[in-house]
């Protein structure tokens, strides 16, 4: 029998005991590593936004025929260090990266409180962000049931959705969560559904000072919690719903384990507290174990993004969540784009040829 079984055939009233008691003695030996930044000077910020203010990123479309050239432009504004940080990241140990001070758009509209605005009043911003995805090498693209024509979705308060779990949301706190779990992971193959996004990138636009972003390297919350947990986690025993901000659901992902790690110790998660069942004993309590260590403050990273500032992080190996919080509907509310990138196209699967960033899922 092995030691998750022995602690799962205890009493119920143990449970509640043993899940602090656990961390409590592994948190005194956890390392969080701290996460890269970088800054962009006066002079480096002001140069980008004359630049990209020529450029005319409209819409999805037009910015994503653009990228070559934001991508040549950033590197031709930037310093070479910077440059190198940013084609480095894809490659390197630590999950995700803060690029502080991009060029704003000289009138930023009031935070949108309808469902899809468009980016034509923020053609400046969305050029820089793309100009950074460009230097990543990954491919920007929304999903059907999220997105209609546009890859940059507006997370801001929606009037009548204040409760639901979605980035539409405002009042229901967001748990700990990969985004789309429900899709292919890198490390799965692709038939009728797209993959899974890599990255996952937030850009502020106006900031609550008490609503950030929370977010936790996947491999620091498993080395908090004992080997058994892992290898519970990277069962079939688990049932993955479309998360709730596709606004219907669809086929349930049955028999799927949340962890894979590949023979070169690549970790790939699809863990979403607001959308995953245990389907055993075993795996359930694996799974209580799991979301208590990924909400333990020695291994969560709380951001702020300033107006400017861009988080980004590969979706399948950190977690992310936020507080939930009251809007005041002034049009000064918290308000950040969002956008995702896939690494490779063909694991893109368009549902127009003459909108190929918007995906099957």
Known sequence: MSKLDEIVGKS?????????????KRSATST?????????????QRTLQASLASLAVTDSASGIRHMPALGQLLESVLCTEKIQQLRNFPQAREVAMIVRGLPLDPQLPATPYDREPGIENLSVLAGAILSVLQTLQTRPLAYEGES???????VSPKRKRETEKSSYGSR???????????????????????ACPEYLS????????DVPTRIVAIEEVLAMLPASVEEELSQPNFA??????????????????LLYRNATGGL?????????????????????????????????????????????????????????????YDGRDRWMLRVFGVNDPARMVPLNPHQPFIVRA
Request: hydrophobic content about 40%; glycine content about 4%.
């Open 172 to 194: 229901a706190d967001l748990d700990m969560h990969v985004d789309n779990p429900h899709l292919p992971l890198t490390c799965e193959p692709v038939s009728q559904l797209s």
């Open 240 to 257: 993955i719903r479309r998360p709730a901000s596709f606004g219907k659901q669809g086929n349930v992902l049955e028999n799927a384990p």
């Open 32 to 44: 969080r590593q701290e996460i890269p930044q970088i800054h962009l000077s006066f002079e480096e």
């Open 12 to 24: 119920a009233a143990r449970i509640g005991e043993e899940i602090p008691e656990w961390l409590e």
């Open 148 to 154: 209609d024509n546009t890859v940059f979705r507006h």
């Open 202 to 209: 937030l850009t502020g636009l106006r900031c609550e000072l």
């Open 268 to 328: 790939y998660c699809r863990y979403n507290k607001a959308s995953v069942e245990a389907t055993c004993a075993n795996a359930k309590f694996a799974l209580q174990l799991f979301s208590a260590a990924a909400n333990h403050p020695d291994v969560v990273h709380h951001i702020l993004l300033q107006p400017g500032d861009m988080l980004i992080f590969k979706n399948q190996q950190t977690l992310h969540a936020r507080d939930g919080f009251t809007p005041r």
